[in-house]
């Protein structure tokens, strides 16, 4: 969620912000948005998706999984490998080819060809993650990082609760085919605005890859990571299948998921405020505290959830403690490398998507060869297992 660069900072800028700087960190908030919506836009379309293409669910949620490792091996690899390039000129490229990753999913005959695209976008949402967050720090002097880094992470945040639901409207409304073919053209004005709102971002050395590996022996650091998997991975085994959840479980109609999902997203919201007001106060706390809701909501919702009303609770619930996870996770990574908060981050970025893509992929094996409720057992143990591992912390750690 920040980026291993290590260059020259850009000239200095004066105390007083042009607003053409601050609408640049907004073009880089935006991009961010569009590409963690693609990254998780099939969750609410795998049952048309699937339908559509002749593939089960489980299946069909492979379309989360294969962007997920992608992403996660790029966001580390990336800025080693484009050296001294103008990050500028990386950023757009980037946002382009996620651009033409949506445009060959909307357009795709079969399955196959499907998959590919999201290969296509996995390279765009990892390397995009690497040089997002630096770049639009470097837009604003040290006073205003804070505010910058915020509004950066809000894009991120807002797709996490928001681009899902809106998505699966847009295809709930109209087909399936049509949301990528939504979301490929926002990428596409996304490009035209860092294009003419960016300034030359050079790079003046080299990123080393020594430095992630160093922050391993930081035992803090170390359960933070472990949290973020836990907890991303098993939510994303569970969320992957939300539309055949709440259709076969809650017996929903399938034409209301996707108003569903949005109020699962408003609720993310709230949560995700709510969540970054008392973290610094008590973060240990606070992570417990989310690991045991949504251990005690997904368990709940085969018993509880059968049903109309009980299951749309649930949901509501379900989005208000998940939308506490990505700030509170990132505020654990910052207090425990304080020195080395980009490789950190950066460590746990690759970690955060490598659980979204194992996550979609172990509750692909369950859907298929259990039951649709057992996604939702399997990302309450791995809920459960973060608080025990939260728990053992001490404060001196």
């Known amino acids: 969620m920040t980026t291993l660069d290590s260059a020259r900072?850009?000239?200095?800028?004066?105390?007083?912000?042009?607003?053409?700087?601050?609408?640049?960190?907004v073009a880089v908030a935006v991009g961010t948005f569009s590409v963690v919506t693609v990254e998780q836009l099939p969750v609410g379309l795998l049952t048309s998706v699937g339908g559509s293409l002749e593939v089960s669910e489980g299946t069909a949620g492979l379309m989360v999984t294969v962007p997920g490792l992608v992403a996660s091996a790029t966001a580390p690899i990336l800025p080693v490998a484009i050296g001294r390039m103008n990050r500028r000129i990386v950023l757009l490229g980037l946002i382009v080819l996620m651009v033409l990753a949506n445009v060959m999913s909307a357009l795709a005959p079969t399955f196959a060809v499907l998959l590919a695209a999201r290969f296509l976008v996995g390279i765009s949402?990892?390397?995009?993650?690497?040089?997002?967050?630096?770049?639009a720090v470097r837009l604003v002097p040290t006073t205003y990082i804070p505010q910058a880094t915020a509004l950066t992470f809000g894009g991120a945040t807002a797709a996490n609760v928001?681009?899902?639901?809106?998505?699966?409207?847009?295809?709930?409304l109209t087909d399936w085919r049509v949301a990528f073919a939504a979301v490929g053209g926002l990428g596409l004005l996304v490009v035209i605005a860092l294009f003419v709102l960016l300034p030359s971002m050079p790079a003046t050395q080299p990123v080393r890859l020594r430095t992630l590996a160093e922050q391993l022996r930081n035992r803090a650091?170390?359960?933070?990571?472990i949290s973020t998997f836990l907890l991303v991975s098993?939510?994303?085994?569970?969320?992957?299948?939300?539309?055949?959840?709440?259709q076969t479980i809650a017996r929903i109609d399938n034409g209301l998921v996707g108003p569903l999902l949005l109020a699962f997203g408003v609720a993310g919201i709230v949560g995700n405020f709510i969540v970054g007001s008392v973290a610094s106060r008590n973060l240990?706390?606070?992570v417990i505290t989310i690991s045991v809701m949504l251990a005690a909501i997904l368990a709940l919702f085969p018993v509880v959830g059968d049903g109309g009303i009980g299951?749309?609770?649930?949901?509501?619930?379900?989005?208000?403690?998940?939308?506490?996870?990505?700030?509170?996770?990132?505020?654990?990574?910052l207090q425990a490398a304080p020195r080395s908060a980009e490789a950190a981050t950066a460590l746990n970025t690759s970690v955060f998507n490598l659980a979204i893509a194992l996550?979609?992929?172990?509750?692909?094996?369950?859907a298929d060869n259990v039951a649709i409720a057992g996604v939702l057992w399997f990302g309450s143990a791995l809920a459960v297992l973060t608080s025990f591992a939260v728990a053992r912390v001490r404060k001196s750690d």
């Open 311 to 333: 299951g749309v609770c649930l949901l509501i619930l379900w989005g208000l403690a998940f939308g506490g996870v990505p700030v509170s996770v990132q505020t654990w990574i």
């Open 359 to 366: 996550g979609a992929l172990f509750g692909g094996l369950v």
């Open 234 to 246: 098993g939510h994303f085994a569970a969320f992957t299948f939300v539309s055949p959840i709440l």
């Open 162 to 172: 928001l681009g899902v639901p809106a998505g699966t409207l847009i295809g709930g």
């Open 9 to 25: 900072p850009a000239p200095p800028i004066p105390d007083r912000v042009p607003l053409r700087r601050w609408l640049g960190v």
């Open 125 to 135: 949402i990892g390397g995009f993650w690497a040089l997002a967050a630096g770049i």
């Open 284 to 286: 240990r706390g606070t």
């Open 221 to 225: 650091v170390r359960v933070g990571i």
